[in-house]
């Protein structure tokens, strides 16, 4: 397996993680109690595909890190911060201040420093 299909499975990884967060909060607008997510097929199967695309992102984890030292690996987890607000602001309306932009580019800085 090369090292750019490990990279790409590691962005996979952090798409499918943001993802599943923005799933989990439709549902929990959708429910009252938790049991509420046995109670209506449509809350279930979107709590079903979070889980799901959390399941597919673990096996796809565990084939990256074949390649790919965790170290370096890991550091990209840290774009899900900058991916997860964006996405729930074009996605949910959640507001998007100029502090998470100036978050984003800390994050994204100092990501790119660690992996120098």
Known sequence: MSNIFSYVLVAFCVCALAAGQIIFKVVSGRI???????????TLMFFASAVALYGGSTLAWIIALRTIPLSQAYLFMAFGFVIVPVAAHFL???PL???????AALICVGVWIAAS
């Open 32 to 42: 009252h109690s938790l049991s509420d997510i046995l109670l209506n097929t449509g």
């Open 92 to 94: 949910l309306g959640e």
């Open 97 to 103: 201040g100029s502090n998470v932009f100036f978050g």
